[in-house]
Structure formats: C-alpha cells, structure tokens
C-alpha cells in the first residue's frame, strides 16, 4: 500500500490483516491480480466490513498491487 494511502488502509490494521496474507499469498503464488483482489474483497465480506469501505479497499488492491 503506497505510503500516502495508508492513512485509508492501515497495513498493519489486524481487521484487514487476514484479507491482506490471502491477498498478497494469491499474488506470491503467481494467481492473476483480478482473482487475488476478489479474494481480498470476499475476505473482507465475511470479516464484516461495510460496502463502501470493502469497496475502497478492493479499488485500491486493483491499482496498486503489483504481479
């Protein structure tokens, strides 16, 4: 996560941590970006997370993560 984002995501914010190793293990694992950022977003679904903030999150994993 870029340094001028992390005021919105927080990576080492223990809520969001277990959607970030899912995440970033898909990518480890050479899974296409679109599938790891699904994953991260459904992870997020069933950690509680609201639709706009899950929403925030999934946009900023798509443009910023990296293959």
Known sequence: ???WLQWLID???PK???AAVVHDYLLVEQYE???AAAE???RLT???FGKVKKFLFF???L???RE
Do not use: H
Request: charged content about 15%.
């Open 33 to 35: 970006q679109r599938f």
């Open 11 to 13: 990576p080492f914010d």
């Open 46 to 48: 069933l950690d509680g």
């Open 59 to 61: 946009l900023a994993v």
């Open 1 to 3: 996560i870029p340094s």
């Open 16 to 18: 969001t941590n277990p």
């Open 40 to 42: 991260f977003y459904r």
């Open 63 to 65: 443009a910023f993560s």
